[in-house]
């Protein structure tokens, strides 16, 4: 049974920092896809940040353009869990933020990355909000 659940969110002054946690339990981190979506109020849920859990380095992760520099995906598998560490925060990331995990993967040229669309994911946590001010 997969269940991932976050926390972590708040609310901080724009300038600081947060970590946001991913506890997972169902063996996702053995081998999947992991990745951490948002959704502005009025807006679609995006991708944040990508990775894929099984440590090879056929695998790139992936940061949209506008977290570059200020936030790093990371795994701790002794503690099944998975970190997205944000810097620098803009009052831009208010957002809820989710934990997602899948299977799915595209592989090319010996280069293999984790989807970045909602639908390609198979479960997910039940968020925690990040408030920038």
């Known amino acids: 049974h997969v269940q991932l659940v976050e926390s972590g969110g708040g609310s901080v002054r724009s300038g600081g920092s947060l970590r946001l946690s991913c506890a997972a339990s169902g063996g996702v981190l053995n081998s999947n896809c992991m990745a951490w979506f948002r959704q502005a109020a009025g807006k679609e849920r995006e991708v944040v940040a990508n990775m894929h859990t099984g440590g090879s380095r056929s695998y790139v992760p992936y940061y949209h353009d506008s977290v570059k520099g200020r936030f790093t995906f990371s795994q701790d598998n002794a503690n099944n869990t998975v970190y997205l560490t944000m810097n620098r925060l803009k009052p831009e990331d208010t957002a809820m933020y989710y934990c997602?995990?899948?299977?799915?993967?595209?592989?090319?040229?010996?280069?293999?990355?984790?989807?970045?669309?909602?639908?390609?994911?198979?479960?997910w946590g039940q968020g925690t909000q990040v408030t920038v001010s």
């Open positions: 997602a995990s899948g299977p799915k993967t595209f592989c090319s040229g010996g280069v293999c990355r984790c989807p970045r669309t909602p639908d390609t994911y198979d479960y």
